[in-house]
């Protein structure tokens, strides 16, 4: 009888637990509102959009301003634009952008990838990673990169040199041509990837894009001449993200209809162009910064790395290492390229003029990134042109420097110990490929 | 609950001594002539004593030459009773009315008041029915120590925040746990818009008749609320509603009607100087200016000539007929080139509002048997804002009924249904906001077009033209036409309600008696906010729906029970588990782009968006109670609770004991006065007592564990985000917060010593309490190095101390047989000081804007207002340690050069320098909170009223920044024409400022004045005295069928004074929720007056 009640006792006790866990417990405290996990296909429009607005963002605005593209005339603009109010907090939302917004989506969806074998899901995921780390370390040099995204299990990740970085964006590049090369795997991308619906052979065009980037910035001209050749052969092949319409409009639209009269066009490029009788693309982008404006407009085409950059490119390698004929014809189809983006005619008018096109044997760098500096208008790898080649010659707005790179976060500076305030002066530390 | 009457009527029992002589005996009834077991009869100054029996009877040997017998009962008055020749004295007891001996604690459970060793305050149904509110917790302002009561604003169906010794947790919602009849009830604010915009907000507790309430126990310290565990750790205001009496045929109907006026109280100190302009020149509506910066309003006149050279040429100037189009009076001229008619100066703000009314009828009908009682009773509310078009409707039904079928069984339930329907305007930070427009009109300008503010409030003339657009002082543009947003914006929401419990109990015998409470509370909340074409927020219209489904269930099961041990020592016991579930649904449609006007739905909508929110958890609690207590003198309280929070748990790794946590608490009382001869007539009562609790809390949001994917919004902060779907993709990224399964209770350790004196036979009593509670591991938003991947995360981090004290002087001034004075006065001084934020973090945002915001600080009290502020001497130096204003003078902006032409013009030369670091600049929490209240009853007549006064406690007067701005401020209209004068400060070189200067629409609108970056200028004292409640009434002599009645006239919030410069400072912008002390065109207060009828039958 007494084993009996105790059997009793021991069976309303295990009854009461497990009651008590069907109460409090099961899916009680998981977020009704928010999935806990999502297939990757849902994953990569957001970080895909993320880093074209961004770069189309705070990138172009910050970046294009330092080389004089636009100015900043009113507000917070007028101080970033003299220099004086780029305080560490205003690089916060680009910061953030980039690793909790992109980089950290990458890392998430990198893991389902690897885990279901998806190969051409990580080749994407290897070049869009490869394009952010680069896009991000041309502007701040060193930063954590091996250590970051570790959430709560590291706090302060140590600060990679962006020597490392550019050494695994360029792995990281040809790991993805590898893995676009081979079967795709059990679900292949398709209209979830905004930049190419998950074509294969368009992405390994911008891997070798992004890659001659990147090797020019070292200084490997014969490297990025042939990446380069390798890439984009037409406009229509650029890495680039399409904003619909005004419900979702592009960043620059957004910019003049929300914060207008705080940037405008450049004297410096307008003299420029004026310099160069440029009056057909003139017309299309030197207006005031309203919604109205016909370049920046609501469905505008987000570029990330294009055509014309590459043509840029290989004309300033053909040229550095002597191939004048290749510098002068990739020079041409750079301008050409340029005149349709903006919507301009009269190309063949202008390339007639002696000032714009001297004949192959006179070229000069000044002429390639020059005409680099018109076309690549708002891209905001014109201030990584700018600081490696100090064309065209900019005068500081104010002080004797115009800045040579960003300030990190404010917020990065609060929170990891292993940054220290007031460590940058982004006058004189120049970028690792910029020494 | 009869069965621990009998326990308590047991402690109270004085042990019989021997050497009886005489033996008196007789039966004990209560006015009704019910029977009271267990009365205590005792000779006065002895000992010796006994108490009546099951059937009221007692019989007690007295010694010889005693002439006294004291009988009392718990809730009742004590009774002396000459003992005469006769040996046989009945007693009928009166039910007391001034410190009971009973009161109800934790669970609905009434305990001796003697045997409790913590602050446990009643607020009785009288006190809260003629204070005239029809709000509950408005009815509590100054009527228990420890209570702070903050009404949002005078909006009718505006809700009111409540805080039991100020505030105990960092994040989560402040406000107490409400319980009703035994059962956690929902007080929620749901808010539609942004906490600083959209409308009013009522807090769920109005859905409470308060002609319902039969009293209002304020249980404050964590001893006190111990066994309602996590849910009661700020406090719990325990209200027991009204039930039928049991008794033979009794049988009443109470019918109660009142009617109230209300209207608006003091106003921003507007100027009526000068009109619309810039610099003294003047600008008309269709120009769009914004400001008064304009001429002297006697400077002008009125022109209709066309071709006057100061005629306005756009043409939106200009009616298609050629007359001016912005006011049937034509435009404005400098004097003496017009028509000769002067320019009207236009009173847009005082003619607009109204005399609010509020009818209130109620019906109770109740009755009770020897086995089962009901009570039903109806109301209707009816009140129209003194904002016209606004409304708030409420009507109510409840049904309280028991049966008793045997001496041991005893069912009962409550049901209460109510129905609340509001019609609300927008107010705040929002371009539809009431008042924002309204007090930047400038008074050149008539926002009824002539028509006068009655015609105006229906007649769309006065705000739209024949084209449908708007017509308001900014040329259509800026903010809306207060007549537009009453008639083109307005909100409605519908409530239904229903709350109540079910209740068995079953006495075994004194040592087990089982009760069950299964209560609930399901509300639904249903609104659609409108916005016409043309609506300055929404300029092609908007219609929103939004839906809120909040349960609520709470269950306990209790055994309980308890005896006499012995002579001496008596003991009690209680057992309980609860369960609690809550879940709050929402869902929402947002409707954009109407395709025609005058159609406010949803199907004219061409734009839609859609949301649904879901927020739920459960708790379970296990929790004991002993209490031993030697006869009347000491007691001990022991409880411990177990609960289990599924906010705490991981879903993908449950583990039930990471959920679970444990809470002790301790109480001890001894009343000394025991201990001294019963005659000492100087104290007639004293105890100390003292209790120590630990109190744990879950996390303030449910889902905090786990990390979750989101639709995100893109962009980087300059133009507005850009949302999913895009070309018809959705997607997800992972939160920026990251979830925490690591997270553990906050902790928070409360001691407790109180004393209760009363002196003079309770003529007056002195009841006074300290308390300090620690905080510790208190759940924040901490945030982390974006390069983890994450901004946020839930960290268990904060901490905190508050502490306070609080006295409750009780008098009886005065007290004869027609003439009855009684008086109590609540004090309350409490702060709470944050001593720790996460890693990294120096403030913690809660609410407010950039100039000002409310935030945790490091090292300053809690909610601290934090804004930009004047540079001073000290800012920067080493004497610069922490977030406060610095020491030293105002610095004064001295760089460059004051001349326009010069090339370092510096627009600001002489003004103050703003500090670049912000820097707490207010303090919106009381110094102390006083209420006097006082009662007095002269034969047939009754008089009551109440004083509040609130020390101190900061207000950022937002409203005056920003009409500094506009120049609308008579401080603007005083300062542009003065002499030009230094401002008070020292220039960068420390020597004393010598630039003179004039504060006029430079100084302003400069970065110093208005929208600028400072905040400091407009930190003001929001403290007040006012005379919150009086009236006086009649009782109506009953005959008859007619048992009398009551009729009175009363008012609220009569008579305010306060140096705030703006709105009455009772005011929050951001309705019940934790960021308190702003004012950013708030709605007006309100007075009202009543006059109320009350009859029974």
């Known amino acids: 009888m007494k084993i009996v009640s105790k059997y009793i006792a021991v069976f309303t006790l295990v009854l009461a637990f497990a009651a008590c866990e069907n109460f409090i417990g099961g899916d009680i405290n998981a977020d009704p509102n928010n999935p806990s996990d999502v297939p990757i296909s849902a994953q990569l429009p957001a970080f895909q959009i993320a880093l074209a607005d961004v770069y189309g963002g705070a990138f172009s605005r910050f970046n294009c301003m330092l080389s004089q593209q636009v100015e900043g005339v009113a507000r917070q603009w007028r101080s970033f634009n003299q220099y004086t109010g780029l305080t560490a907090n205003r690089f916060d939302a680009a910061w953030t952008n980039v690793y909790e917004n992109i980089l950290n989506e990458i890392e998430i969806a990198r893991r389902s990838a690897l885990a279901s074998d998806l190969n051409h899901y990580k080749g994407i995921l290897d070049i869009t990673e490869a394009f952010t780390l680069m896009m991000a370390t041309d502007v701040w040099d060193d930063m954590p990169y091996t250590e970051a995204l570790q959430g709560i299990d590291n706090t302060s990740p140590t600060f990679d040199s962006q020597e490392s970085i550019y050494n695994s964006t360029m792995s990281m590049l040809d790991d993805a041509i590898l893995s676009l090369n081979g079967a795709p795997g059990p679900v292949t991308p398709g209209s979830d990837d905004v930049f190419y619906g998950g074509n294969a052979q368009s992405w390994i065009l911008a891997a070798q894009a992004i890659k001659a980037r990147g090797l020019l910035h070292m200084k490997d001209y014969m490297g990025a001449m042939e990446a380069a050749q390798a890439s984009f052969s037409s406009s229509a092949d650029n890495l680039a993200f399409q904003y619909p319409d005004a419900n979702a409009a592009g960043q620059w639209y957004r910019f003049n209809r929300d914060r207008t009269g705080d940037i405008e066009f450049h004297p410096t490029l307008r003299g420029i162009m004026l310099g160069l009788n440029d009056t057909m693309r003139l017309k299309e982008i030197d207006q005031i910064f309203i919604t109205d404006h016909t370049y920046m407009v609501p469905d505008f085409l987000q570029e990330l790395i294009t055509y014309r950059e590459m043509q840029f490119l290989i004309a300033e390698c053909a040229f550095r290492n002597g191939n004048n004929a290749a510098a002068h014809e990739a020079y041409l189809n750079g301008i050409e390229a340029s005149f349709a983006r903006m919507g301009a005619d009269g190309f063949a008018d202008y390339v007639a003029q002696q000032e714009v096109d001297p004949g192959e044997g006179n070229l000069t760098l000044e002429d390639i990134m020059t005409q680099k500096y018109i076309a690549m208008f708002l891209q905001p790898e014109t201030y990584s042109d700018y600081r490696r080649t100090n064309i065209p010659d900019l005068a500081p707005v104010s002080g004797s420097n115009v800045p040579v790179r960003w300030d990190y976060s404010a917020d990065e500076y609060l929170f990891n110990s292993n940054l220290t305030e007031g460590s940058v002066d982004f006058f004189t530390d120049r970028v690792w490929w910029n020494r | 609950m009869k069965h621990l009457y009998l326990v308590f009527a047991m402690m109270l029992v004085c042990v019989s001594m021997a050497f009886a002589q005489r033996t008196i005996s007789g039966t004990i009834t209560d006015e009704s002539g019910e029977i009271l077991p267990f009365a205590n009869v005792f000779v006065e100054g002895t000992t010796i004593g006994t108490t009546t029996d099951m059937d009221g009877n007692y019989s007690l040997k007295v010694p010889e030459g005693s002439t006294t017998l004291i009988v009392s009962y718990t809730g009742y008055t004590d009774q002396k009773l000459t003992i005469g020749d006769s040996n046989n004295i009945d007693v009928t007891m009166a039910e007391g009315v001034l410190l009971g001996d009973v009161v109800v604690t934790a669970l609905g459970i009434e305990r001796s008041e003697k045997a409790l060793g913590y602050a446990v305050q009643e607020v009785k149904a009288d006190d809260i029915t003629r204070s005239g509110a029809t709000n509950p917790v408005d009815a509590l302002v100054g009527k228990a120590s420890g209570v702070q009561v903050t009404r949002s604003s005078g909006s009718a169906g505006g809700g009111s925040r409540i805080l039991i010794r100020g505030v105990t947790s960092m994040v989560g919602d402040n406000q107490p746990l409400i319980v009703i009849d035994g059962v956690r009830t929902n007080n929620d604010t749901n808010l539609s818009q942004a906490s600083t915009a959209g409308t009013a907000a009522s807090n769920r507790l109005m859905d409470l008749n308060p002609e319902d309430i039969e009293s209002v126990n304020v249980l404050k310290g964590a001893a006190a609320t111990a066994l309602y565990g996590t849910a009661g750790a700020t406090g719990v205001i325990l209200i027991t509603t009204k039930k039928g009496k049991r008794g033979s045929n009794n049988f009443s109907v109470n019918l109660t009607s009142s009617v109230g006026f209300d209207q608006t109280t003091q106003m921003i100190d507007l100027q009526d100087e000068f009109a619309q302009g810039w610099a003294f020149g003047y600008l008309g509506p269709e120009t769009g200016a914004s400001t008064s910066w304009g001429p002297r309003i006697n400077d002008l006149e009125y022109s209709?000539?066309?071709?006057?050279?100061?005629?306005?040429?756009?043409?939106?100037?200009?009616?298609?007929?050629?007359?001016?189009?912005?006011?049937?009076?034509?435009?404005?001229?400098?004097?003496?080139?017009?028509?000769?008619?002067?320019?009207?100066?236009?009173?847009?703000?005082?003619?607009?509002?109204?005399?609010?009314?509020?009818?209130?009828?109620?019906?109770?009908?109740?009755?009770?048997?020897?086995?089962?009682?009901?009570?039903?009773?109806?109301?209707?509310?009816?009140?129209?804002?003194?904002?016209?078009?606004?409304?708030?409707?409420?009507?109510?039904?409840?049904?309280?009924?028991?049966?008793?079928?045997?001496?041991?069984?005893?069912?009962?339930?409550?049901?209460?249904?109510?129905?609340?329907?509001?019609?609300?305007?927008?107010?705040?930070?929002?371009?539809?906001?009431?008042?924002?427009?309204?007090?930047?009109?400038?008074?050149?300008?008539?926002?009824?077009?002539?028509?006068?503010?009655?015609?105006?409030?229906?007649?769309?003339?006065?705000?739209?033209?024949?084209?449908?657009?708007?017509?308001?002082?900014?040329?259509?543009?800026?903010?809306?036409?207060?007549?537009?947003?009453?008639?083109?914006?307005?909100?409605?929401?519908?409530?239904?309600?229903?709350?109540?419990?079910?209740?068995?109990?079953?006495?075994?015998?004194?040592?087990?008696?089982?009760?069950?409470?299964?209560?609930?509370?399901?509300?639904?909340?249903?609104?659609?906010?409108?916005?016409?074409?043309?609506?300055?927020?929404?300029?092609?219209?908007?219609?929103?729906?939004?839906?809120?489904?909040?349960?609520?269930?709470?269950?306990?099961?209790?055994?309980?029970?308890?005896?006499?041990?012995?002579?001496?020592?008596?003991?009690?016991?209680?057992?309980?588990?609860?369960?609690?579930?809550?879940?709050?649904?929402?869902?929402?449609?947002?409707?954009?782009?109407?395709?025609?006007?005058?159609?406010?739905?949803?199907?004219?909508?061409?734009?839609?968006?859609?949301?649904?929110?879901?927020?739920?958890?459960?708790?379970?609690?296990?929790?004991?109670?002993?209490?031993?207590?030697?006869?009347?003198?000491?007691?001990?309280?022991?409880?411990?609770?177990?609960?289990?929070?599924?906010?705490?748990?991981?879903?993908?790794?449950?583990?039930?004991?990471?959920?679970?946590?444990?809470?002790?608490?301790?109480?001890?009382?001894?009343?000394?006065?025991?201990?001294?001869?019963?005659?000492n007539s100087l104290l007639s009562f004293g105890k100390l007592r003292a209790s120590w609790a630990q109190v744990g809390a879950g996390p303030p949001n449910p889902f905090s564990t786990q990390s979750v994917f989101v639709s995100p919004s893109i962009g980087d902060g300059w133009g507005d985000d850009i949302f999913f779907p895009i070309s018809g993709t959705s997607a997800f990224d992972q939160s920026s917060l990251l979830g925490n399964n690591n997270l553990t209770p906050e902790l928070s350790t409360t001691t407790e010593l109180g004393v209760d004196l009363r002196f003079f036979k309770d003529r007056v009593g002195i009841d006074a309490t300290v308390y300090q509670t620690k905080s510790k591991d208190a759940i924040l938003n901490a945030s982390l190095a974006p390069t983890t991947g994450f901004t946020n995360v839930w960290l268990n981090s904060g901490e905190m101390t508050s502490r306070g004290i609080e006295l409750t002087l009780n008098l009886i001034p005065v007290k004869t047989d027609k003439f009855m004075w009684n008086s109590q006065i609540n004090f309350t001084k409490s702060e709470s000081i944050v001593d720790k934020l996460a890693p990294g973090i120096e403030r913690l945002f809660l609410a407010g804007f950039n100039a000002a915001g409310t935030y945790l600080v490091e090292g300053n009290q809690y909610g601290a207002i934090f804004g930009g502020a004047f540079l001073r001497e000290d800012s920067g130096t080493d004497a610069d340690t922490d977030l406060n204003i610095p020491g030293g003078a105002i610095v004064i902006n001295d760089a460059g050069s004051p001349d326009p032409n010069a090339d370092d013009f510096n627009p600001e030369y002489g003004y103050e320098a703003v500090d670049p670091v912000q820097r707490a600049i207010g303090n919106p929490n009381p110094d102390f909170i006083v209420g006097w209240n006082n009662s007095f009853s002269i034969g047939a007549f009754s008089a009551n009223f109440l004083f509040d006064w609130r020390q101190g406690g900061d207000m950022w007067n937002g409203t005056a920044w920003a009409l500094s701005f506009f120049g609308r401020s008579q401080l603007t209209a005083d300062t542009r024409v003065e002499a030009p004068t230094p401002i008070n400060g020292v220039l960068s070189d420390g020597t004393p400022n010598n630039i003179p200067i004039v504060r006029d629409h430079n100084y302003w609108t400069s970065s110093v004045g208005g929208f600028g970056a400072v905040g400091e200028q407009f930190v003001e004292d929001g403290g007040w005295i006012r005379l919150r409640e009086a009236g006086i009434s009649y009782r109506i002599p009953g005959t008859g069928w007619f048992k009398g009645g009551n009729i009175g006239v009363s008012g609220r919030n009569l008579w305010l004074h306060t140096s705030f410069d703006g709105i009455d400072p009772e005011t929050s912008l951001t309705s019940t929720g934790n960021g308190q002390g702003f004012d950013y065109f708030n709605m007006p207060a309100t007075r009202s007056i009543f006059v109320k009828l009350s009859l029974n039958l």
């Open chain 2, 304 to 679: 209709t000539d066309p071709s006057h050279p100061n005629a306005p040429t756009s043409a939106n100037a200009w009616n298609p007929d050629g007359t001016y189009r912005w006011d049937p009076n034509g435009f404005l001229v400098p004097a003496g080139t017009g028509n000769g008619r002067s320019a009207d100066i236009h009173n847009n703000v005082d003619n607009f509002f109204q005399t609010g009314t509020q009818i209130n009828n109620s019906l109770a009908i109740e009755g009770g048997g020897e086995t089962a009682t009901f009570r039903l009773s109806l109301s209707d509310l009816r009140q129209d804002g003194v904002i016209p078009n606004e409304e708030y409707d409420r009507k109510t039904v409840k049904l309280a009924s028991e049966i008793k079928p045997t001496d041991k069984l005893t069912i009962g339930s409550s049901a209460n249904y109510t129905r609340s329907d509001y019609v609300r305007v927008q107010q705040g930070s929002n371009t539809s906001g009431l008042l924002l427009g309204m007090l930047r009109t400038p008074v050149s300008f008539d926002n009824t077009s002539g028509l006068g503010a009655d015609a105006a409030v229906d007649d769309p003339l006065a705000y739209q033209f024949a084209d449908l657009s708007q017509r308001n002082y900014r040329g259509g543009g800026g903010y809306d036409n207060p007549y537009w947003i009453i008639n083109n914006a307005l909100g409605f929401e519908e409530v239904d309600r229903v709350f109540g419990n079910l209740k068995g109990n079953y006495a075994f015998s004194k040592w087990a008696n089982l009760s069950l409470n299964v209560g609930y509370d399901i509300t639904s909340d249903r609104r659609k906010q409108t916005f016409e074409i043309g609506s300055r927020t929404n300029a092609s219209g908007a219609v929103f729906i939004d839906e809120f489904a909040t349960t609520v269930v709470d269950n306990n099961l209790i055994l309980a029970g308890g005896d006499a041990l012995s002579n001496d020592f008596n003991f009690n016991y209680l057992a309980g588990v609860n369960t609690f579930s809550y879940n709050a649904k929402q869902s929402n449609v947002d409707g954009r782009g109407l395709v025609f006007p005058g159609f406010l739905d949803i199907s004219n909508a061409t734009n839609l968006t859609s949301l649904s929110n879901e927020v739920r958890y459960r708790t379970l609690g296990f929790y004991g109670q002993i209490e031993g207590g030697w006869r009347s003198i000491l007691f001990l309280t022991l409880s411990a609770r177990q609960d289990y929070d599924s906010r705490l748990g991981d879903p993908t790794n449950f583990n039930l004991s990471e959920t679970g946590f444990f809470y002790p608490s301790a109480s001890a009382s001894i009343v000394f006065s025991e201990l001294f001869n019963n005659t």
